[in-house]
C-alpha cells in the first residue's frame, strides 16, 4: 500500500510539474513581457535600497573618521597646551624642592615678597595671565604671583590636597574642577606636589585656567548638531560645549563606550545614548578628549541622497510600467489583428510548435 501510494504521489507530483511546463510553454508574449517587467522592478527597488543601506553605512563611517581625527588632533594640542601651561608650576615645585629640607624651611621661603616677585617674574615670561599659587602641607595659602600679600585662606578640604598629603605615592600632577576661592567661578586646577628628598610632603603649587577658555574654543571649531568634552579619568566633567545637561552626562558615564576609553584609552561608537562619539586620552594627564554629533545631523546628507535616489527609482520604475504598457497593447493588437486574419481564412488552418503541441486552430477548421 505504501509502494502505491508512493507511485502515485511521485505521478501526481510529475503531472504538475508537466502541466506548469506545459503552461509556460503556451503562455503568450503578454504574460513573459509582464513577468519580466516585474522582475526588473523589483530589481530596481532592490538595488534602490541597497544602494541606500550602503550610503548610510558609508556616511556613519566617514562621520566617525572624522571624529576621530578631531579627537587625535585636539588631545595632542590639548596635551603640548597643558604640558607648556604647568611648566611654571613644575619649574616652581623643582626650585622649591631642592631649597627646601623641611616643612619650616619650605614655608620661609615660600611665603616671602622676595619669593612672590620670582614668581610674577616667571609668569611674566608667558604669554597668558593664569597666577600661579603656592601652599603649604597644611594647604594654607603662602604666595602667588598675582597679589601680594595673600588672603587668608586653606585648600585643606580639596581633594586634590588630600590625596597628596595622604599618599606618599599619588601622581605628581593632579587635576580637578572646583569652585575658585581666589576668583569668581569654576576653573580648573592643575595642582603639582613638592616633595622634600626624603619624600616627604612640603607643600603643592597649583596654576588655573578657566573652563570657559575651553568652552570657547570647543564653540569655534565645532560643527552643528554635535558636542565636545573634556572629562576626567575619574568621570567628572571638566568643559563642554554645548554644556552637557545631567540627563547626558549620566548617560555618558553609564556607556560601555566610556569603560573602553578609560580601559583602552581611546574608544569610538556609532549607536547607543551617544549617537556617534569618538574619545582619546591626553599622554601626559588623566583627562580625555570627547567628540560626539547626533545621528540625525550624520545622516543629513544620506536624507537628501535618499531622496534623490527615490525619485530616480520612482522615475525608473515609471518608466519600465509606461514601456509595458505599451508593448503589451502593440501585442495585443497585433495578436487581435492575427486573430481576425486567420479566423477570416477560407480553409482550415492547425499550428503545431516544434514539440508538437497544437498551438493554433482557426474557426474554419472547427467548423470541418
Do not use: C
Not at 502515485?8 to 506545459?22: F, P
Not at 624651611?105 to 617674574?121: G, T
Not at 583627562?287 to 547626533?294: E, G, H, M, S, V
Amino acid at each position: 500500500m505504501s509502494a502505491t501510494r508512493s507511485s502515485h504521489q511521485a505521478y501526481g507530483l510529475d503531472g504538475a510539474i508537466i502541466s506548469a511546463s506545459r503552461a509556460l510553454a503556451q503562455s503568450g508574449p503578454v504574460f513573459w513581457v509582464t513577468f519580466y517587467g516585474v522582475i526588473l522592478i523589483m530589481a530596481i527597488v532592490l538595488g534602490t535600497s541597497l544602494t541606500i543601506s550602503s550610503v548610510r553605512d558609508h556616511e556613519i563611517s566617514r562621520n566617525g573618521k572624522e571624529l576621530e581625527s578631531t579627537v587625535r588632533l585636539l588631545s595632542h594640542q590639548f596635551d603640548e597646551h597643558i604640558v607648556n601651561f604647568e611648566a611654571v608650576p613644575r619649574s616652581v615645585a623643582i626650585y622649591l624642592a631642592s631649597k627646601s629640607s623641611n616643612s619650616k624651611r619650605f614655608n620661609d621661603l615660600a611665603s616671602s615678597e622676595e619669593f612672590h616677585r620670582f614668581l610674577r617674574e616667571k609668569t611674566s615670561d608667558q604669554g597668558d595671565f593664569a597666577g600661579v599659587n603656592v601652599f603649604d602641607s597644611e594647604g594654607r595659602f603662602l604666595n602667588s604671583s598675582e597679589r601680594w600679600p595673600v588672603p587668608s585662606l586653606t585648600l585643606s578640604d580639596r581633594k586634590y590636597f588630600r590625596t597628596f598629603k595622604t599618599d606618599p605615592n599619588s601622581p605628581p600632577v593632579l587635576i580637578q574642577l572646583v569652585e575658585s576661592r581666589i576668583s569668581k567661578g569654576d576653573t580648573i586646577v592643575i595642582a603639582r606636589k613638592v616633595s622634600s628628598s626624603e619624600g616627604a610632603f612640603l607643600g603643592m603649587v597649583t596654576r588655573s585656567i578657566s573652563p570657559e577658555r575651553f568652552q570657547s574654543f570647543f564653540s569655534t571649531i565645532l560643527l552643528p548638531d554635535s558636542a565636545l568634552a573634556l572629562l576626567h579619568r575619574d568621570g567628572s566633567l571638566l568643559a563642554s560645549y554645548p554644556p552637557f545637561d545631567q540627563e547626558r552626562m549620566r548617560d555618558l558615564q553609564d556607556s560601555p563606550f566610556l569603560t573602553q576609553v578609560f580601559t583602552d584609552g581611546y574608544a569610538n561608537a556609532s549607536e547607543g545614548p551617544l549617537d556617534l562619539a569618538s574619545a582619546r586620552s591626553l599622554q601626559h594627564y588623566p583627562i580625555y578628549i570627547i567628540a560626539t554629533r547626533t545621528s540625525s545631523a550624520a545622516l543629513a546628507s544620506w536624507r537628501r541622497q535618499t531622496q534623490t535616489l527615490n525619485v530616480a527609482a520612482l522615475l525608473a520604475a515609471i518608466v519600465v510600467v509606461g514601456m509595458l504598457a505599451a508593448i503589451i497593447r502593440y501585442l495585443k493588437e497585433q495578436h487581435r489583428r492575427l486573430d481576425i486574419a486567420v479566423n477570416n481564412m477560407s480553409q482550415g488552418l492547425l499550428l503545431f510548435d516544434a514539440s508538437e503541441r497544437l498551438v493554433l486552430r482557426n474557426q474554419q477548421f472547427r467548423k470541418l
